[in-house]
């Protein structure tokens, strides 16, 4: 049964690229169709090797277009019309190749033909090896494609059919359609040249990984934050279009693809470099920020004597997300959400920090050195707000990002 949602009567044209993803759109193409939207596909002469125009056809109901378009084809539908005639083209699985062929502007087949002669949104599903997605020229294209208002679905981080694990893995079906929905949610017209994506025009700040709290200039205290989640949230937002600016304390994460990142050590560092980047419409806390410093950090390092173990005093570290949520109102940031790291009676206390900070959603987990979550790639939250509860399963950090995002993205549209 069709379901009547913002995709409902909408026409998508699929690029369908060459890597072994390319067999998950054929249950794609099936829920899109679900929901009522027109699909027409093309494929690369590449993704013939993965899946065949035949099934394709079977469930679009319409003739694939490959990149054998001969002169028939040309005739029926020009490829111009072909690109136009769509209300959004989404590429999934998009691979390296493709999309550093978009980013150069090629047009040497049909796909980066139709990518080049469109005036319609494009989206991309990446898929591919994590090494490959990792190389610099990858994340270069990326880049670049964000800027050229390209909308980004993923990858997500998981086992691959290449044997390994990290991010490249194509996002799960339900996870394309609920970007394909938020984009068509958030943009009731096309947008002309490129995709903004549903956060365009929104400044978003995202606080990052763990501080580091001087005791000597050799030594710090500090804790396990990765910055995996913040870094993932900061990206996922970009992807939606949104400006973003990062805050990140000292970690070992890559700079996602179109953010501006400032690099900060200390929590009071952080709170100025917070300070700073406001105004913003939303700031997302995801920082492990040191509670405490040392009262008096030593000039030199401190060195072993007859004097015994060294007595470190310490005080309290500003509270960046307390102080961001009572701000002033006009300068208070509409949306402020916070996490919580818990290591025990996750629910309760989240539920008291919710009201002590006084931000609007709290997204609480459990950092039990049993629950993995510090340092490792799954995350298990709740997110609470004065309305209720969401309990979110088990997902990848790069999928709490991902609905987080979203989840951000539906609060600016409503
Ligand atoms: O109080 P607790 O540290 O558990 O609160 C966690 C939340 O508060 C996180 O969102 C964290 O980024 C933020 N926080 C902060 N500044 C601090 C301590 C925590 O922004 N000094």
């Known amino acids: ?7 409902h009567g909408k026409r998508i044209l699929l690029i369908i690229g060459g890597g072994i993803a390319a067999y998950k759109t054929l249950e794609l193409i099936r829920r899109l169709r679900d929901k009522g939207v027109h699909v027409r596909a093309l494929m690369t002469k590449a993704a013939h090797e993965f899946v065949t125009p035949l099934s394709v056809s079977s469930l679009t109901g319409e003739k694939v277009y490959t990149d054998l378009f001969d002169l028939t084809d040309e ?7 072909l690109s136009r005639d769509a209300d959004l083209l989404l590429v999934a699985p998009a691979t390296a190749d493709l999309m550093a062929r978009m980013v150069a502007g090629m047009a040497n087949d049909l796909a980066t033909t139709a990518l080049l002669a469109t005036d319609k949104p494009v989206m991309v599903a990446p898929a591919m090896n994590v090494r490959m997605w990792e190389h610099k020229a990858t994340q270069r294209n990326i880049a670049q494609l964000a800027q050229d208002g390209v909308g980004f679905i993923g990858p997500d981080d998981g086992d691959m059919a290449c044997g390994e694990f990290g991010p490249g893995r194509f996002s799960e079906t339900p996870d394309i359609i609920a970007a394909v929905e938020n ?3 958030a943009s009731s017209e096309p947008l002309s040249g490129s995709l903004a994506g549903p956060l365009a025009g929104r400044h978003i700040l995202v606080t990052s990984g763990p501080t580091h709290e001087p005791i000597d200039p050799v030594r710090y205290l500090a804790n396990r934050s990765s910055g995996k989640q913040g870094h993932a ?3 996922s937002l970009a992807r939606l279009g949104a400006q ?3 805050v990140a304390g000292p970690t070992t994460q890559p700079n996602p693809a179109g ?3 400032v690099q900060i050590e200390t929590a009071r560092e952080m709170l100025a470099a917070c300070q700073t980047a406001l105004p913003a419409d939303g700031v997302i806390c995801a920082a492990a920020v040191a509670d405490w410093r040392v009262a008096q950090d030593a000039e030199q390092k401190m060195k072993k004597g007859p004097d015994g173990v060294p007595a470190l005093a310490l005080t309290e570290n500003p509270d960046i997300l307390a102080t961001i949520s009572q701000l002033p109102k006009g300068k208070r940031p509409a949306l402020v959400v916070g996490f919580a790291a818990e290591t025990e009676k996750v629910i309760e206390h989240a539920t008291a920090k919710l009201a002590r900070k006084k931000c609007d959603w709290l997204v609480a987990n459990d950092v039990s050195p049993a629950s993995g979550v510090m340092g490792g790639d799954m995350n298990t939250v709740h997110v609470l707000s004065a309305t209720g509860r969401d309990d979110w399963p088990q997902l990848s950090k790069t999928e709490v990002a991902e609905r987080l995002a979203r989840k951000v993205a539906d609060y600016f549209s409503t």
């Open 1 to 7: 049964m069709t379901e009547l949602t913002p995709l």
């Open 75 to 81: 005739a029926e539908m020009g490829h111009i019309q």
């Open 183 to 185: 984009h068509f949610r």
């Open 233 to 235: 949230i900061a990206g």
């Open 244 to 246: 973003v600016t990062l």
């Open 259 to 261: 953010v501006t990142v």
